[in-house]
């Protein structure tokens, strides 16, 4: 096992690995830019090296900077998080390539899922059903028409290098490809680096459920249930629930299973989200994130597993010592992202908080850094916090994160809190009728509060 760990990310993802190697009895080294001097994830690691200003280019993202704090501190292992340098091939390369351990996936593995096309190719080979579309890169308008013309509108370009809505359109018809098709390879150029895109059948009211699994590299992979992001605005999660509401245990079960195959196919070691398309009883292989992801403690919640501690012992090379018939998630879980924007345009707003309470009692959990007198810094993601509640069920679930979200004071700055409870009180969420892009039809249709 590791005996020290440097945590390359900030904030509440930092704090949180950090918890997990205390349990672990690991030592951590937290980094930290300028702007996070003070934050907590900085306070409660063992030692903390600043690498740089507060711009994430010149710290966070600044490979040399953090490879010489790992130097420095002589840490056995580096912690990626998730965003920043998580799913960065390069960096994980040149951690491996230091002595050091590397929290995630091997670099041919960050790579395969970093590409969507790699990714959709490993999946089909794994048997996982898949939207009809190009087989491959649409390279020129022409490929792109003849893929189109063969689905049927409307589709979808995609960048292949990427993700969050960038390089991406929704095409109703051929005239709009014409129009469309150089700049979403422009897009998807200056986004991530590749001009390349493809074409895929889209759906017009799809639910995006996630599975949970792991994988030991080693013949071993196990499904941790599976969780519903659906609620999104400009595909960006809002709200998360596990496990998925609405789906047949079959159906469930199916899909977890196809989640498994996959891993094991691949021999991937590590925690991963495989997510899917889900429409009419239906389900397709959308892609995978080769890491821990933000809406990770739901599955916790509800399964009983510390998924980060799970990560460090995979990448230390032991065994999944967890059999996949003692994984039987109970009760449900929601979280919601509490964002320092306004909860009805998402303009950013960071600022200095004045006032802060979080909520408490049985089956309330908030991971953050956030406390009275703390500054939100505009150099970075906007998350403030976020807040899970556990309940017997989904309907008790809901009734604890409205009087959480009630309880949940944060004064200095606007958060995302009034439009997320107006958003899970909805019929449409309660009987689970929303799908992805639900709540932009949702926001359109109102007028802007003030």
Known sequence: MFKKILVANRGEIALRVIRSCRELGIQTVAVFSEADRHSLHVRFADEAVCIGPAPAMKSYLHQPSVLAAAEVTDADAVHPGYGFLAENAEFAAAVRASGRAFIGPSVDHLRMFGDKLLAKRAAKEAGLPMLSGSDGEAAT???????????????????????????????????????????????????????????????????HVEVQVAGDG??????????????????????????????????ALEIQESAARLVRNVGYQTVATVEYLVENDRFFFLEVNPRIQVEHPVTEETSGVDLVALQIKLAAGEKLDIPQESIKPVGHAIEIRVNAEDPWTFMPSPGRITGYHEPGGPGVRVDSVAHEGASIPPYYDSMVAKLIVRGRDREHAIRKLLWAMDEFIVEGIKTTIPVQRELVMSEEFRDVRHYTRWVDEWLAARSPKE
Do not use: N, W
């Open 218 to 251: 080693q013949g071993g992979a196990i499904y941790l249930g599976t969780r519903d992001c659906s609620l999104q605005r400009r595909h960006q999660k809002i709200v998360e629930e596990a496990p998925a509401p609405g789906l047949s245990d079959k159906l």
């Open 141 to 207: 308008l022409a490929e792109a028409r003849a893929a189109a013309d063969l689905v049927g509108f409307p589709v979808i370009l995609k960048a292949a290098g990427g993700g969050g809505g960038k390089g991406m359109r929704i095409v109703e018809d051929g005239a709009t490809l014409d129009k469309v098709f150089e700049l979403c390879k422009s897009e998807a150029k200056a986004a991530f680096g590749t001009g390349r895109v493809f074409v895929e059948r889209y759906l017009r009211t799809p639910r």
